[in-house]
């Protein structure tokens, strides 16, 4: 977490730091009518390309993208325990289960 004055070049660290360290870097993209359910997909994608595919992802959000107090508590929810409650669907699930065992044979070999 970065605290700071505005415009002291938090998101420039943070994206010069995933650089170096060849992260993906990830930012939510606010658009017009932006919702709660953009969000968990968003989340959704996130956990998805960290967890399943094993890829390497600097997340950064600001204050200004937080426009629902859920955007918060679901980022606490994954701090705390690594999971959003009801973002997966049973689909989702069935589809971590057969690919996690992949990605593991393709790293161990």
Same mark, same amino acid.
């Given at each position: 977490?970065?605290?700071?004055?505005?415009?002291?070049?938090?998101?420039?660290?943070?994206?010069?730091? *995933?650089?170096?360290?060849?992260?993906?870097?990830?930012?939510?993209?606010? #658009?017009?009518?932006?919702?709660?359910?953009?969000?968990?997909?968003?989340? #959704?994608?996130?956990?998805? *390309?960290?967890?399943?595919?094993?890829?390497?992802?600097?997340?950064?959000?600001?204050?200004s993208q937080i426009l629902k107090e859920s955007f918060l508590e679901d980022i606490n929810?994954?701090?705390?325990?690594?999971?959003?409650?009801?973002?997966?669907?049973?689909?989702?699930?069935?589809?971590?289960?057969?690919?996690?065992p992949n990605q593991i044979k393709i790293e161990g070999s």
């Amino acid at each position: 977490m970065l605290i700071g004055v505005g415009g002291s070049g938090k998101q420039s660290l943070v994206r010069l730091a *995933s650089f170096m360290y060849e992260f993906q870097f990830k930012q939510i993209e606010i #658009k017009k009518n932006y919702q709660a359910k953009d969000f968990n997909e968003f989340v #959704k994608t996130l956990m998805f *390309s960290a967890g399943v595919l094993g890829k390497e992802i600097a997340f950064t959000m600001t204050d200004s993208q937080i426009l629902k107090e859920s955007f918060l508590e679901d980022i606490n929810n994954i701090l705390n325990t690594g999971e959003v409650p009801n973002l997966m669907l049973l689909e989702d699930r069935d589809y971590i289960g057969q690919e996690l065992p992949n990605q593991i044979k393709i790293e161990g070999s």
